[in-house]
T-cell receptor
Framework: DAGVIQSPRHEVTEMGQEVTLRCKPISGHNSLFWYRQTMMRGLELLIY????????DSGMPEDRFSAKMPNASFSTLKIQPSEPRDSAVYFC???FGFGLGVYEQYFGPGTRLTVT | GQQVMQIPQYQHVQEGEDFTTYCNSS?????IQWYKQRPGGHPVFLIQLVKSGEVKKQKRLTFQFGEAKKNSSLHITATQTTDVGTYFC?????????FGTGTRLTVIP
């Protein structure tokens, strides 16, 4: 099993540009999660999906952030327009079954985003 | 709002010494999970505790869930250099999952 796949691994962009982060969850997993990690705020849950449906997006910082899951094997997190304070490592995770915190989550390697 | 606090934030130990990190929630949790993140890596699931007062062991690691299901601890006996990393707890509340701030462990050979 290849595990959770994220791309790109590193992204450097200028303020105001659109950024799209991609995630392929583990095959057969029903839930997908997007996290952001910074030194100041730690690991924050942004949004999670069950069976491709967004369940809770209360962690999304603001309207500049959007996430989609068009099918069971692909999800995107988009930031438009990006700002320097969005610089962070963004993790995607997936788990088998439904519910938040009920099953172990498998994290991808993360995307390190730098907005200059 | 609900918060999960974790202490200490940093811990430096000599190899062979024991290590403990504590996780405290302001409200009762349904369950708690523990993850380890190596420097430059991603969080990796270690264990999940569900029952009040539950204790689980994984080799040198001992995990406990408090009787009130508001706190948890991870204890490592006789640390090794491979234990280096940040240990996170993640508590499941009513409608959310809250990660603790993490304890960064450094093991001095």
């Amino acid at each position: 099993d290849a595990g959770v796949i994220q791309s790109p691994r590193h992204e450097v962009t200028e303020m105001g540009q659109e950024v799209t982060l991609r995630c392929k969850p583990i095959s057969g997993h029903n839930s997908l999660f997007w996290y952001r990690q910074t030194m100041m705020r730690g690991l924050e849950l942004l949004i999670y999906f069950n069976n491709n449906v967004p369940i809770d997006d209360s962690g999304m910082p603001e309207d500049r952030f959007s996430a989609k899951m068009p099918n069971a094997s692909f999800s995107t997190l988009k930031i438009q327009p990006s700002e320097p304070r969005d610089s962070a490592v963004y993790f995607c995770a997936s788990s088998f079954g439904f519910g938040l915190g009920v099953y172990e989550q498998y994290f991808g390697p993360g995307t390190r985003l730098t907005v200059t | 709002g609900q918060q999960v606090m974790q202490i200490p934030q940093y811990q430096h130990v000599q190899e062979g010494e024991d290590f403990t990190t504590y996780c405290n929630s302001s409200t009762t949790l349904s369950n708690i999970q523990w993850y380890k993140q190596r420097p430059g890596g991603h969080p990796v699931f270690l264990i999940q505790l569900v029952k009040s007062g539950e204790v689980k062991k994984q080799k040198r690691l001992t995990f406990q869930f408090g009787e009130a299901k508001k706190n948890s601890s991870l204890h490592i006996t006789a640390t090794q250099t491979t234990d280096v990393g940040t240990y996170f707890c993640a508590g499941q509340g009513a409608n959310n999952l809250f990660f603790g701030t993490g304890t960064r462990l450094t093991v001095i050979p």
